[in-house]
């Protein structure tokens, strides 16, 4: 066992990655009883919510995670939103909706000072961060509670970013991973790379544990991140199916389907770049990148998107879901927790 896995007292180099909309406490506190590190995404939730779930998870006596973005909140000019809302008038008449009812408000807030209070209340083992890092002062808050920082990194430029600011672990996301982009000092997708490519030259450039997050949903897989240097590996697709998971069935069924083999990033669900199975939205809203420059920024895009996605769900209809997934997405199994983590751990000595 290595020295950065007994400071986190799990049984293996294995992270569960925090997956907001699919799961709460219960998938995370499945991980962390079968040996890994269970996560929790804290960035959907109140405060409120964020307390109850980290007061489960804290009586539980296991080490876990929470995770939270720490994006610049950019709000949309109204020209913008009427641009997005005119382009999906079209199917708002077709599901009977009004584009009238779209909410304002952001409907995912960064990490702030009332969740740094609710941490300081749990000290829990790690608070890790998409999107770059908060303000220093909000991560010196963060650190005195004891618990390790981590943030992703998409290149290494990134990761370097994040090294000298003294993050205890950098989270190298390939390419291939589900879910949104971590990306914070560049808009430009060109730049990033695969797992493979991207984890040796983290491993290179910083002196930090270096975990593996991208396209890893074998035992095989787990075992090639950690030969390349990875301190642990993170993984979320094949988590999206575990029993205590709270993905859809409509989702479930998606990632069960010839469809998940098609995965690719898109803005055009929340308005940042994000991988998940290709469909009708995505074909017709984007670019042949499945990337439009009508989409408002991070969250905004998600407030329209949103009443779409939960009309169409009414009727079993999936074309403006967002089904994230990564691009391993076809080895997601109907399982506990516990059997898809010793199932990912087998090779382990």
């Not at 291939?176 to 450039?205: C, I, K, N, Y």
């Amino acid at each position: 066992m290595s020295e950065f896995v007994r400071r986190l007292a799990c049984r293996f180099p294995l992270i569960q990655a925090p997956m907001a909309g699919v799961q709460d406490q219960a998938l995370a506190l499945a991980v962390s009883r079968a040996g890994g590190l269970g996560n929790l995404p804290g960035a959907m939730l109140s405060v409120e919510a964020l307390r109850s779930a980290l007061r489960a998870l804290q009586d539980s006596g296991l080490p876990y995670g929470v995770n939270f973005f720490a994006h610049a909140q950019t709000v949309p000019s109204p020209a913008l939103m009427r641009a997005w809302t005119d382009r999906l008038a079209p199917f708002f008449e077709r599901w009977n909706l009004d584009t009238a009812h779209v909410p304002g408000e952001a409907s995912r807030q960064p990490f702030g000072a009332a969740q740094a209070q609710v941490l300081a209340e749990f000290r829990p083992t790690v608070v890790s961060f998409h999107f770059g890092l908060p303000d220093a002062a909000l991560v010196d808050q963060v650190r005195q509670t004891g618990a390790q920082i981590w943030s992703s990194a998409t290149t290494v430029a990134e990761a370097r970013w994040l090294a000298e600011r003294g993050v205890d672990a950098v989270i190298a996301q390939g390419w291939e991973a589900g879910g949104h982009r971590g990306h914070f000092l560049s808009d430009e997708l060109t730049e990033q790379t695969g797992t493979f490519a991207l984890l040796p030259q983290v491993v290179a450039a910083v002196d930090c544990p270096v975990i593996a997050a991208g396209g890893v949903a074998t035992a095989e897989g787990v075992v090639a991140a950690l030969q390349l240097g990875a301190a642990a590996v993170q993984v979320g697709t094949a988590f999206l199916c575990a029993d205590e998971a709270r993905t859809s069935a409509l989702h479930r069924a998606a990632l069960h389907s010839e469809a998940a083999r098609h995965t690719s990033v898109t803005n055009v669900f929340s308005g940042r770049p994000a991988r998940g199975i290709v469909n009708f939205a995505m074909r017709e809203l984007g670019d042949a990148q499945h990337l439009s420059n009508l989409a408002p920024p991070f969250p905004f895009a998600g407030n329209a998107m949103g009443l779409l996605k939960a009309a169409a769900e009414q009727q079993g209809n999936t074309d403006f879901s967002s089904l994230w997934a990564g691009q391993n997405a076809s080895v997601c199994r109907d399982a506990p927790a516990a059997t898809i983590v010793a199932e990912l751990t087998r090779a382990l000595a």
